[in-house]
């Protein structure tokens, strides 16, 4: 539509839609991750819930339609993982995610002290 409204001053006055011609290559969404460490993997849904039996857990709409891998690390204690990073714990019974450590916190904060 707006391809072929106004012309362009980049494309010595054509229309983008004139010059556009289509990927020859199919598009190839990535494969789901594999949490082979995990118990399970869980598809999150639209509204950012991860559904156990008859439990929601909220986690966040951001990995709405993304798999996560669980695995219980102590007794109803379970880890959440999205790829490489560990995002936070819940139990059954509290049904919310607590934070994990920040993976990209610095260990030390540095400073220029004079001596």
């Known amino acids: 539509m707006y ?12 229309y983008p839609g004139d010059l556009y011609t289509p990927s020859a290559r199919v598009y190839q ?5 594999e949490y082979p460490y995990h118990d399970r993997t869980i598809r999150i849904t639209r ?7 008859h439990r929601k857990i909220n986690l966040s709409t951001v990995f709405a339609g993304q798999t996560v891998g669980i ?6 204690i379970w ?19 607590e ?11 540095l400073t220029m002290c004079p001596e």
């Open 3 to 14: 391809n072929n409204e106004r012309p362009h001053q980049a494309l010595s006055g054509a």
């Open 79 to 97: 880890l959440v993982s999205f790829l490489h990073y560990d995002l936070g714990f819940f139990d059954m019974d509290e049904g919310r995610v």
């Open 47 to 53: 509204c950012g819930r991860i559904c156990i039996g």
């Open 71 to 76: 695995r219980e690390v102590e007794d109803q």
């Open 99 to 109: 934070p994990a450590p920040n993976p990209f916190e610095p260990d030390k904060v």
């Open 29 to 33: 969404p990535p494969p789901d991750p």
